[in-house]
C-alpha cells in the first residue's frame, strides 16, 4: 500500500513566492496555500499539514506570532515550522527558534537546500509520529496484559478462597461481604489521610483482592470441629486457632512456586496469619500488640468480627447492625485499632447496605418467612 504524499502548508502573502515554492515542492509534496496567519491556523487546525513553511514578514499577524501561536495548541505544536525570510540578523534567527521553529531559510531560496531540509523535516516528523504511534500501541498492549494479569490473580484468589467457603457452608456470601467492607475501610482510611506510603492505590487494591483469602486455612481443619453444631472446647478452639498458621503455609507454598521475593499475594500472607491478633496483644497466633499487627490484619478484624456479628450461625442468631458497631466501638483499643474504628464510625451506614445487599440466602428465606 503506497504511503500518501506528505503535506506542506506554504505561508506567504506574495503570490510569486507562493508560486515559486508551490513550483519547487509539488512533485514530491502536496501544496498548500495560506496567504496569511490567520488563514494558516484555520487550516492547519482543520487538517495539520506535516510541515509548515512560513514566511515571517506578513500583514496583520506576521509570522513569529504565528508560530507562537501553532506551538500553543496541543493538537498542532509537533508540527514543524520552517521560517524563510531575507532577513539575515543573528537576533531575528534566534527570535525564530524560540517562537518554535525547526528551521531558517534566507531568502532568496536555493532548490537544493529548501528541498533538503523540508526533506530531513518530513522525515523526522514521520519517524516521530510513526514512533509515537508504537509507543501507544505498546502501551496499549501493557495494559491489556496488566489487566490480565489482575483478573487471573482475582480469579485464582476467588478459587482458593471458595475452598473454604465450601467447607463451612453457613458462612453463605461472608467472602463477599468482608471483602467490600475491608475496601470501604482501606480506601477511606487512605482519603483521610492515614499510612500515605501504604494505602496508596496500587496496594489498596491488592488488600481488597487479598481480604478473601483470610480463612483459606479451614480447609486443614477437621469437620467435626469446623463443623460443630455449637461452641467449641477449649482443645478443639486450639485447633480452629491452627487455621491462621494453616493458611499462611498455604500462601507461602504458593509464593514460592512464583520464585519471587515479593508477590501479589504478600497482604494475602498477612491477612491469613495475623487477623485474629488483637491491639492490646491478647490475640493469635502470635500475640502481637498496636502497630505490629500488620495493617492488613487490623482492617480485616474490623470486616471480619462485623461480618461475624451480623451473620447467623447453627449456635447464635444474627446481632442487629446497631448492636455490632457499639460492640466494635467498645473494643476499640482493645481488640481493634482506634484509628480504623474511628474510619468505621464514618461508613458505618455502607456496612449496614453492604450487610443488607449480600443477605446470606438462609437469612434471606428467614426473613421471607
Not at 179 to 186: D, F, G, M, S
Not at 315 to 332: G, L, P, R, T
Not at 334 to 340: A, L, M, W
Amino acid at each position: 500500500m503506497m504511503k500518501s504524499r506528505p503535506v506542506i502548508l506554504v505561508v506567504d502573502d506574495t503570490p510569486d513566492n507562493i508560486t515559486l515554492l508551490s513550483g519547487l515542492l509539488k512533485e514530491q509534496y502536496k501544496v498548500k496555500v495560506a496567504t496569511s496567519g490567520e488563514k494558516a491556523l484555520q487550516l492547519a487546525s482543520a487538517a495539520p499539514p506535516d510541515l509548515i513553511l512560513l514566511d515571517i514578514m506578513m500583514p496583520g499577524m506576521d509570522g513569529y506570532e504565528t508560530c507562537r501561536r501553532l506551538k500553543a495548541d496541543e493538537a498542532l505544536v509537533d508540527i514543524p515550522v520552517i521560517f524563510l525570510t531575507a532577513r539575515e540578523e543573528v537576533e531575528e534567527e534566534n527570535k525564530a527558534f524560540e517562537a518554535g521553529a525547526v528551521d531558517y531559510i534566507i531568502k532568496p531560496i536555493s532548490a537544493p537546500v529548501l528541498l533538503s531540509r523540508v526533506r530531513t523535516h518530513v522525515m523526522l516528523k514521520r519517524s516521530k509520529d510513526l514512533l509515537a504511534d508504537k509507543n501507544q500501541s505498546l502501551e496499549a498492549e501493557i495494559s491489556r496484559r496488566i489487566r490480565e494479569i489482575s483478573q487471573i490473580q482475582e480469579v485464582s484468589v476467588m478459587a482458593m478462597a471458595a475452598l473454604a467457603e465450601m467447607r463451612d457452608p453457613e458462612t453463605g456470601n461472608h467472602i463477599q461481604r468482608t471483602k467490600l467492607y475491608v475496601e470501604e475501610l482501606a480506601v477511606q482510611l487512605g482519603k483521610a489521610g492515614y499510612y500515605p506510603g501504604v494505602l496508596n492505590a496500587e496496594n489498596i487494591n491488592l488488600i481488597v483482592l487479598s481480604a478473601p483469602l483470610h480463612d483459606i486455612g479451614k480447609v486443614g481443619i477437621p469437620d467435626h470441629i469446623l463443623l460443630k453444631p455449637g461452641p467449641l472446647t477449649p482443645e478443639e478452639f486450639e485447633v480452629m486457632k491452627t487455621h491462621t498458621t494453616l493458611g499462611r503455609e498455604a500462601v507461602l507454598r504458593a509464593e514460592q512456586l512464583m520464585d519471587k521475593p515479593e508477590t501479589f499475594l504478600r497482604f494475602a500472607r498477612e491477612i491469613v496469619y495475623s487477623h485474629h491478633e488483637k491491639w492490646n496483644g491478647t490475640g493469635y497466633p502470635q500475640g502481637l500488640a498496636g502497630n505490629s499487627i500488620p495493617l492488613s490484619a487490623r482492617l480485616m478484624a474490623v470486616a471480619d468480627v462485623y461480618d461475624a456479628l451480623t451473620s447467623r450461625r447453627v449456635y447464635k442468631e444474627a446481632m442487629s447492625h446497631e448492636q455490632a458497631v457499639n460492640i466494635i466501638i467498645q473494643d476499640a483499643g482493645k481488640h481493634f485499632d482506634p484509628e480504623i474504628v474511628k474510619i468505621f464510625m464514618e461508613c458505618k451506614d455502607k456496612f449496614k447496605e453492604i450487610s443488607m445487599e449480600f443477605a446470606s440466602e438462609h437469612s434471606l428465606q428467614e426473613t421471607w418467612i
